[in-house]
């Protein structure tokens, strides 16, 4: 069965530190993979995607991540955080041609001034 | 995109009763799911809302406890039944244009049962 792996639960950091928060999946078959963000009260809100082409994928707000296929990973990435993205970030992922898609766990973000 | 809404956004619940969700879209879309995100936990997929037809549910979930409708292509609902303390979650409506594309999530309903 697909699964979805988040290893840092917590983060905690400073404004203008530099972030990556790292998602592994399982699944050997072609698949679309997704980071969403969830302000504090705000609902779920999808940050950027990976359907194919080139790997390396720009979301909003300054948010990139990298398609590594044969790790199997989706690692997001931010040169430099601000206070303002204090958040739940989940990975998701879906196997191409099916509707069903699978989270990670969540990572819980505080940045500092 | 898609805009949701979901109704009501929070409520509490005596243990035996029912409560059922509304998930509106903005806009047509080919396909509805409702998860469950349980109290510092991801986000869990109950079941496919199908339009015209029975959802289709994941491991774990029934249609007697988790009796879903799409009646059209922007509504759909969910309810929960014969509740106990251990549904208290929050319930959310995503919707997405086709098979495999991103999902649009509403604000979700935070139920508590009592």
Redesign the interface.
């Given at each position: 069965a697909q699964s979805v792996s988040q290893h840092n639960h917590h983060v905690i950091l400073s404004e203008a530190a530099s972030l990556e928060l790292g998602c592994n999946y399982s699944y050997g078959g072609t698949v679309n993979l997704f980071w969403y963000v969830q302000y504090p009260g705000q609902h779920l809100q999808l940050l950027l995607k990976y359907f194919s082409g080139d790997p390396l994928v720009k979301g909003i707000k300054g948010f990139e991540a990298e398609f590594i296929k044969s790790k199997f990973s989706f690692n997001l990435r931010k040169p430099s955080v601000q206070w303002s993205d204090t958040a739940e970030y989940f990975c998701a992922v879906n196997a191409r041609n099916t509707d069903k898609l699978i989270f990670g766990t969540g990572t819980r973000l505080q940045v500092f001034p | 995109s898609a805009v949701i809404s979901q109704k009501p956004s929070r409520d509490i619940c005596q243990r035996g009763t029912s409560l059922t969700i509304q998930c509106q879209v903005d806009s047509q879309v080919t396909?509805m799911?409702w998860y469950r995100q349980q109290p510092g936990?991801?986000?869990?997929?109950i079941a496919?809302a199908n339009q015209g037809s029975e959802a289709t549910y994941?491991s774990g979930f029934v249609i007697d406890k988790f009796p879903i409708s799409r009646p059209n292509l922007t509504f759909s609902t969910l309810t929960v039944s014969n509740m106990s303390p251990e549904d208290s979650s929050i319930y959310?409506c995503?919707a997405?244009t086709g098979?495999?594309?991103?999902?649009?999530?509403?604000?979700?309903t935070r139920l508590t049962v009592t």
């Open positions: - | 396909m799911f936990q991801s986000l869990t997929l496919t994941e959310l995503s997405s098979v495999g594309y991103e999902q649009y999530f509403g604000p979700g």
